[in-house]
Nanobody, 125 residues
Framework: QVQLVQSGGGLVQPGGSLRLSCVGS????????LAWFRQTPGNNRIFVAA????????YYADSVKGRFTISRDKAKATMYLQLNSLQAEDTAVYYC??????????????????WGQGTQVTFSS
């Protein structure tokens, strides 16, 4: 059984930083891409960033490029999202996901088979 378990998140003040973690189990990571999405009330999940399990190539939404960093530690079966220079519009529930989307569908949440439980990130001014 595949499980993605998230940790991190919380309340962040202007200029603050957070690191989200996502530990995977039961997943044959070969060929998978791991991703982070975020969701605000009443809206669909929006792509934030993705990384290839094998090649480590990274992809970012324009809105977070230069501020967020996605990484993975294969030995620990863990993916991270470092959030820096947080802004009010970053407030959301963040989800990690695993799937095998083709590149053109990387930002499509329906291409991901497995999801973490979600964690709240709140920007506080």
């Amino acid at each position: 059984q595949v499980q993605l378990v998230q940790s991190g998140g919380g309340l962040v003040q202007p200029g603050g930083s957070l690191r989200l973690s996502c530990v995977g189990s039961g997943l044959d990571a070969s060929g998978y891409r791991l991703a982070w999405f975020r969701q605000t009330p009443g809206n669909n999940r929006i792509f934030v960033a993705a990384i290839g399990c094998n090649d480590g190539r990274t992809y970012y939404a324009d809105s977070v490029k230069g501020r967020f960093t996605i990484s993975r530690d294969k030995a620990k079966a863990t993916m991270y999202l470092q959030l820096n220079s947080l802004q009010a519009e970053d407030t959301a529930v963040y989800y990690c996901a695993a799937g095998r989307p083709i590149l053109s569908a990387l930002r499509n949440e329906s291409m991901y088979s497995y999801w973490g439980q979600g964690t709240q990130v709140t920007f506080s001014s």
